[in-house]
């Protein structure tokens, strides 16, 4: 019963930024955490990053720790991932999830579509 419709993917230099967006429907959004992961081709989908229901509690893979920040407004039921210092090896379609605090991929109960970040060198 919840929809995610991912958005702000685009092309952007090495070294850049670009912040990705994720809206919710519905009026439950704050009881899911939410996660962000990503997928290059012939790779598998692989997590990014989690925030907790309230938005205060967050985790990130090693990949990108320091330079990715996942974020929540639970008014605007919108989910976003800031990222900053762009690598070649961030090229991928992402995705946003909802479910359990959980940074396993099949743990998730509901996707969005997805979105392309290219980065160029």
């Known amino acids: 019963q919840v929809q995610l419709v991912e958005s702000g993917g685009g092309l952007v230099q090495a070294g850049g930024s670009l912040r990705v967006s994720c809206a919710a429907s519905?009026?439950?959004?704050?009881?899911?955490?939410m996660g962000w992961f990503r997928q290059a081709p012939g790779k598998e989908r692989e997590f990014v990053a989690v925030?907790?229901?309230?938005?205060?509690?967050?985790y990130y893979a090693d990949s990108v720790k320091g330079r990715f920040t996942i974020s929540r407004d639970n008014v605007k039921n919108t989910v976003y991932l800031q990222m900053n210092s762009l690598k070649l090896e961030d090229t991928a379609v992402y995705y946003c999830?909802?479910?359990?605090?959980?940074?396993?991929?099949?743990?998730?109960?509901?996707w969005g579509q997805g979105t392309q970040v290219t980065v160029s060198s």
């Open positions: 999830a909802a479910g359990p605090w959980s940074t396993v991929v099949i743990e998730y109960n509901y």
């Open positions: 519905g009026r439950t959004f704050s009881r899911y955490s």
């Open positions: 925030v907790g229901g309230s938005g205060l509690r967050t």
